[in-house]
């Protein structure tokens, strides 16, 4: 038979421990790459969870310990990934107008060649589906915003992206003789309270229409509702 020195003895064994780090160093990449997977998962619950309660009580009558329970993780954690309670809030204003801004940038990669009109018609729709599958939105930016205060401030500031996005286009529909008598905001606030308010009182607008207004017929009537009031020329 064949005789192995103590030399090969010893290659042998450096050979299995740089086998064995490397297999170590393998199995770390990947339970990381789970452990940020399930972090941006946990992340997302936190958000939706964080977005009905806010919706529900208000900020100041929230709770984390509430939101963790919703979301089926701790307290502890939502800190971790958040910060304070305030955090989390910001946290949920951008995660819900990003929504906004992400329809309304992809409508505009896609339709880029429609006329004014048309492109604009397709953001309230865009707006309204939005609101209608995500109503908890409008709650959060009606509880505890009708006055001065830092979140008030931070809700102005952070639709002014979101109204960079549709100032260019809501000028070019008023050129083509729409909207007189409106600048970009007080445009903005009109709408909101046309398109958003059915929704946000759904019981009372469901008992008033017969008819659910977050279906999906229910979307379309109310879409076609809105756009027939917007849409006329003032002679």
Not at 15 to 35: D, E, F, I, Y
Not at 40 to 48: A, D, I, N, Y
Not at 188 to 196: D, T
Not at 203 to 232: C, M, P, W, Y
Request: hydrophobic share 35%; aromatic share 8%.
């Amino acid at each position: 038979g064949r005789i192995v020195t103590d030399g090969q003895n010893g290659e042998n064994s450096e050979m299995t421990k740089v086998s064995q780090a490397m297999n170590q160093h393998k199995n770390r990449r990947k339970l990381g790459k789970q452990t940020r997977e399930v972090s941006e998962k946990t992340k997302e619950k936190v958000l939706r969870a964080a977005l009905a309660e806010f919706a529900r009580e208000g900020f100041f009558n929230a709770k984390l310990r509430d939101i963790a329970a919703l979301a089926g993780t701790t307290h502890s954690l939502i800190r971790h990934h958040f910060g304070s309670k305030d955090d989390l809030w910001k946290a949920v204003v951008d995660y819900g107008l990003q929504l906004h801004e992400d329809s309304l940038l992809k409508i505009l990669t896609l339709r880029e060649s429609a006329d004014s009109v048309e492109l604009f018609k397709d953001f309230i729709a865009s707006y309204i589906l939005t609101v209608a599958k995500h109503p908890e939105l409008s709650k959060i930016l009606l509880h505890g915003n009708s006055r001065t205060s830092p979140h008030l401030d931070y809700l102005i500031e952070r639709q002014k992206r979101l109204h960079a996005v549709i100032e260019p286009v809501f000028k070019n529909a008023q050129a083509c003789g729409y909207f007189k008598g409106f600048d970009h905001d007080s445009f903005s606030v009109y709408v909101r309270a046309l398109v958003e308010t059915p929704i946000a009182t759904r019981d009372l607008t469901n008992q008033l229409l017969k008819d659910d207004i977050r279906s999906e017929k229910g979307i379309a009537l109310h879409t076609e509702r809105v756009l027939r009031f917007l849409f006329h020329k003032e002679t």
